[in-house]
């Protein structure tokens, strides 16, 4: 079996919530050490929702899989130093951070660097200027929420429940980890790397073209559950059920008609408004009006089930509105029993399926997946193997109070 592809490689991490914490689960997942350092009794995510009737944090089971876990006394010098001593110890593969504190505190790159000239810190932040923002202000401080819902909604915000932008954020913070340590690999030199969840979002909506939408045509208005500038909506079954349909390219567009014999209906309102429908998703959309009604009486007459057989035997692009429970029991698609998830037994002391990456890699064997640590249950093989303290030492801390 070959070694996961990152193996050697280690991260300490002094962060809380999903950003950064989802940053090094995504290099643990590939083979990195990340060593997760902690307050003694939790950082404030430690009890973060959802947790189970005991009161553990399933969030922060999810988040922290298969990471070390080291406590430390944050509010003492002495405890200060030694997570100094552990960010910037020796080796060729450590030397980097991952983390979400402000810039100017203890942990600031500045700082750290001259104990170690090639460290690479990342840092998520909220704000490009250090100013305090989670997923969900930014959210709202770039105008999503008056994007989201329909007509309905009037001139109220629609959140949603989704943190895209952390997610989003962590993803790009991992990949311009390994940036940095490349560049270092090559150069020698070290990296402050900051990721604002604000400018994530910012280019995440410039590089999707609706930046230019807005300086050339002003706001985007809703449209409740339409796909913009396509063909796509809900629509209610016979039996109560509701679908997804999206048609954007011509193919999906053909079969789309095909499964619910309304080729020649379209036809007819192709002829009476001049155009043509097939090749063009953007008149689909701007028409939507038109051909709404036809989709939703031909949808409308039958069953979900009968939706499934057509839709599934033309190839259409759909989905059943489902709740999660219900995805998980009947898409073996979405199966826990899948190759990314293992049964493991956590530390709340509930067993349940947990995933590994994500990505499958061509000639490497998915590596299972790993519970969280315990909150310390690795604070003495951390201090005795990055730092090579004897077990006397690490006792003294223990009897001071500076770590658990």
């Known amino acids: 079996m070959m070694a996961p592809l990152l ?19 995504h290099l643990r997942q590939l083979g990195a050490e990340v060593i997760r350092i902690d307050p003694i009794g939790g950082g404030p995510d430690f009890k973060r929702w959802p947790v189970s009737p005991g009161g553990d944090s399933f969030y922060w089971e999810g988040l922290n899989k298969g990471k070390k876990s080291i406590a430390i006394d944050f509010s003492r010098p002495e405890g200060r130093q030694l997570i100094t001593d552990l960010i910037t110890a020796p080796g060729a593969d450590g030397g980097i951070l991952v983390t979400n504190f402000p810039k100017d505190g203890f942990l600031a790159h500045e700082r750290l660097q001259k104990r170690r000239p090639d460290l690479i810190s990342v840092r998520v932040m909220g704000w490009s200027d250090g100013g305090s923002a989670v997923d ?87 449209y409740g559950n339409a796909l913009f500038g396509a063909f796509g909506r809900d629509f209610a079954t016979a039996d109560g059920e509701r679908v997804m349909v999206v048609a954007i390219t011509p193919k999906q567009w053909t079969t789309l008609l095909a499964s619910l014999d309304l080729a ?56 059943p509105y489902r709740t999660l429970s219900q995805a998980l029991r009947e898409d073996p698609r979405l199966s826990l029993a899948g190759p990314m998830f293992t049964e493991l037994e956590h530390p709340s002391g509930h067993r349940y399926p947990a995933p590994g990456a994500a990505a499958a890699f061509s000639g490497v064997p998915r590596e299972p997946g790993v519970r969280a640590p ?31």
Request: glycine content about 10%.
């Open 7 to 25: 193996t050697g490689l280690r991260i300490i991490e002094c962060a809380s919530f999903i950003a950064a914490p989802s940053c090094a689960l």
């Open 136 to 222: 969900y202000t930014v959210n709202a401080a770039i105008g999503i929420p008056y994007m989201t819902g329909g007509a309905e909604s009037g001139e109220n915000p629609v959140n949603h429940v989704l943190p895209a932008w952390d997610l989003l954020a962590g993803a790009y913070a991992a990949f311009t980890t390994l940036a940095a340590e490349r560049d270092r690999l090559r150069t020698g030199r070290g990296h402050e790397v900051t990721v604002p969840l604000s400018d994530v979002a910012l280019a995440a909506l410039a590089n999707t073209g609706q930046v230019a939408e807005v300086l050339t045509g002003g706001d985007r208005p809703r």
């Open 264 to 319: 020649a209906a379209v036809k007819d309102v192709e002829a009476r408004l001049g155009l043509s429908f097939e090749r063009d998703e953007g008149l689909r959309f701007v028409h939507r009006d038109a051909l709404f009604p036809l989709f939703e009486r031909a949808i409308g007459a039958l069953t979900l089930a009968q939706v499934r057989e057509r839709f599934d035997a033309q190839g259409v692009c759909w989905s």
């Open 374 to 404: 315990r909150l310390g249950e690795h604070t003495d093989d951390v201090l005795a193997r990055v730092l090579d303290l004897p077990a006397s030492r690490i006792g003294e801390l223990h009897d001071a109070g500076l770590v658990r």
